[in-house]
């Protein structure tokens, strides 16, 4: 039996594995394929998409933007908006005691001797070049703004964690959009329960010029979608034994216009989430309690082989996207394929002083629908184009690619990592609930930060992100 069973091909033991076990879309199996080899020192993939600038600095600013700014969060609006995305950036502190972050409006721009796949992004001008680069990339087209949210005072916070909640002002933003088509605005602050944990937000409240693109839809009359979040909100655990001091990395996603949850963990030993009932309060956990987690520490050949540090750990990174696992342009497919829910976490190295070495990217797969079981994860991290990572010489993170050897390695991005996924400007959806829904061959944009100084970002097709996923083991045998 051993024997017939290495001789069939692992699609075919896919397939047959797949079909014992209904709520695994059959089409994740094309998705196991993997088009490009890891790299032999660092295990990697290497996609061929590069990494863009971001500029805070308008186009008619009157004089220049000195600032910095990092860890941005964008999403797409609307495509009858007359901009394409909203930035909200940290701002770098020079020894204010509170945190800040802005807000604007950016368009993309390219070369014109670079041909882009979406017809409507715009050619840059000299004036962008100089900004950006000679790659182009995202610019503001407004004056960025101060994003006033209320400050909030914190319950009780121990040891170190104090000195965290005596800085007024949010961290950690995250832009996405509800099922129902609201644009959230998603922050860490101090918190009423404890020390410090999420809130949201409608950024129509934050941005009121975001009120008249909303409800100008020419395809749909009316207001836009109902405020879910008209005021700063709490998000919370239940029962509250279960709250720590110090809440982060929170995803949110929605299966349909009229539900959402809050997935708090997933990680190699635990996973949890609770659907949202109202004002930020929650049911008790409902993760299927027979559910095998699929992510995994690195073994000691691994360790040993010098890809993976000993004792990592894994850590939720951006909102999540809805996908159908279909392309678009393939009509006869579009209604006969499952759902599925997708966003990008990070393994996280540390040093022997316990501080971060690198993260690496990863993209995680699960149901659209009860009991959103995990269904794949990414077989290798996923570096892009001109990005690079700390733990290893520049040959040996650079093997295989010959077109680095023609730039200078030190001015690509290193030490990076991913705070926002969202479906790229450009597509013409029928209702503004589309914008968290999407194909195969839609296109991604990714935010990223580096080494909280900078940021850039990326785009690429979720088919591109999503190949060599590795399925998850499923249930446990009762």
């Not at 996973?271 to 995994?296: I, K, M």
């Not at 994860?377 to 996923?382: G, K, L, R, Y």
Request: proline share 9%; net charge negative.
């Amino acid at each position: 039996m051993t024997r017939f069973l290495l001789s069939i091909p692992i699609t075919y033991l896919l397939i047959l594995l797949l079909s014992e076990r209904p709520e695994w879309p059959k089409e994740l199996i094309d998705l196991t394929h993997c088009p490009r080899s890891p790299n032999q020192f660092t295990g990697h993939i290497r996609l061929p998409n590069l990494l863009y600038n971001i500029s805070m600095s308008p186009i008619a600013a009157t004089k220049e933007e000195t600032r910095t700014f990092w860890n941005p969060t964008i999403f797409a609006l609307p495509y009858w908006a007359n901009s394409q995305y909203i930035i909200v950036n940290m701002v770098t502190s020079h020894g204010e005691p509170y945190r800040r972050n802005v807000l604007c409006e950016a368009n993309i721009c390219h070369p014109k001797s670079r041909k882009s796949n979406n017809p409507r992004e715009m050619a840059c001008t000299d004036e962008d070049l100089e900004v950006l680069g000679p790659n182009g990339g995202l610019r503001c087209v407004t004056s960025p703004v101060e994003v006033d949210v209320p400050p909030t005072p914190a319950e009780s916070c121990d040891g170190n964690e104090q000195l965290l909640a005596d800085i007024p002002g949010f961290h950690d933003p995250r832009l996405f959009y509800s099922g129902r088509g609201e644009p959230i605005l998603m922050v860490v602050s101090q918190s009423r329960y404890a020390c410090i944990g999420l809130w949201a937000i409608d950024l129509r409240v934050v941005y009121p010029s975001l009120e008249e693109t909303f409800s100008s839809s020419p395809r749909r009359l009316g207001p836009g979608p109902l405020m879910s979040y008209p005021t700063l909100t709490e998000l919370t655990r239940n029962p509250p034994s279960t709250r720590r001091s110090y809440e982060k990395n929170w995803v949110m996603f929605s299966p349909s216009p009229s539900t959402s949850y809050l997935q708090y963990e997933l990680n190699s030993t635990s996973r949890t989430f609770a659907q949202l009932v109202g004002a930020g309060l929650t049911t008790t956990n409902e993760t299927d309690p027979l559910e095998e987690p699929c992510l995994s520490e690195p073994t000691p050949e691994e360790v040993g082989g010098g890809h993976f540090m000993a004792a990592p750990s894994w850590h939720q990174a951006t909102p999540a996207l809805k996908l159908i696992l279909c392309m678009r342009s393939n009509s006869t497919c579009i209604n006969q394929t499952g759902e599925v829910f997708f966003a990008a976490i990070h393994r996280k190295h540390v040093n022997g002083f316990g501080l971060p070495e690198r993260y690496e990217r990863y993209f995680v797969v699960w149901s659209a629908t009860p009991s959103f079981n995990m269904l794949a994860v990414s077989q290798h991290p996923i570096l892009l184009a001109n990005e690079t990572n700390r733990g290893w010489t520049p040959e040996q993170i650079w093997d295989g690619v010959p077109e680095s050897e023609s730039g200078s390695r030190a001015e690509w991005g290193q030490f990076t990592y991913t705070t926002t996924i969202a479906y790229a400007w450009g597509r013409e959806e029928s209702d503004i609930r589309e914008k968290v829904m999407g194909y195969l061959d839609d296109e991604v944009i990714l935010s990223v930060g580096i080494d909280d100084q900078n940021g850039l970002y990326a785009k690429a097709k979720v088919s591109e992100l999503l190949q060599c996923l590795r399925i998850c083991p499923g249930r446990m045998p009762v």
